[in-house]
């Protein structure tokens, strides 16, 4: 068996650098999700934390802008609920507190109720408003993330 030459350590920081910059030019990334993958791939918890340092230096890492980014993005391209973007944020590896500002910033509670109730009328629009349908939308209006409150505002105003 041939025994390979082990990389020199500085050349480990470029490797994983390099995997880093491939990982965040499909999409911008949290640290933590940075701080996983580049796990995944087998680097030393040392050598991710001087990676992401070195671009959160370079802003290529922001937590705060990112997480701007994905409210936008998801507010965009479907309609979600707070809980569902929050829930989104925190999963991705994203400060409780930061990811409750944004999401609180990027969808008050009444942008919040606007947005269900265009979900619903489209969803109606497509489906008609007999009971099955509106059991549907309801859970449909849950799995998006509406809180307990507006999903009931909604369909009650279906129902009557």
């Known amino acids: 068996m041939i025994a390979r030459p082990r990389p020199a350590p500085n050349d480990n920081l470029e490797r994983a650098k390099e995997a880093a910059l491939r990982l965040l030019s499909y999409r911008a990334r949290s640290e933590e999700e940075l701080r996983r993958r580049l796990a995944q ?4 918890a040392g050598t991710v934390r001087r990676v992401i340092a070195e671009l959160r230096r370079v802003d ?3 937590d705060r802008q990112f997480a701007e980014s994905w409210v936008e993005s ?3 391209g479907r309609r979600a609920g707070r809980r569902g973007l929050l829930w989104e944020l925190i999963r991705k590896g994203l400060d409780r507190d930061l990811a409750g500002e ?3 910033r990027r969808l008050p509670p009444e942008a919040e109720t ?3 109730k265009a979900l619903a ?3 109606l ?3 008609g408003a007999e009971p099955k349908s509106l ?3 309801h859970r449909l209006l849950v799995r998006r993330g509406f809180s307990p409150a507006t999903v009931a505002e909604v369909l009650s105003r279906r129902q009557t």
């Open 41 to 44: 791939k087998g680097y030393a």
């Open 60 to 62: 290529l890492v922001n």
């Open 74 to 76: 998801r507010l965009a």
């Open 102 to 104: 944004i999401v609180d």
């Open 114 to 116: 606007v947005a269900a």
């Open 121 to 123: 009328d489209e969803f």
């Open 125 to 127: 629009a497509r489906e």
């Open 135 to 137: 059991a549907r939308l």
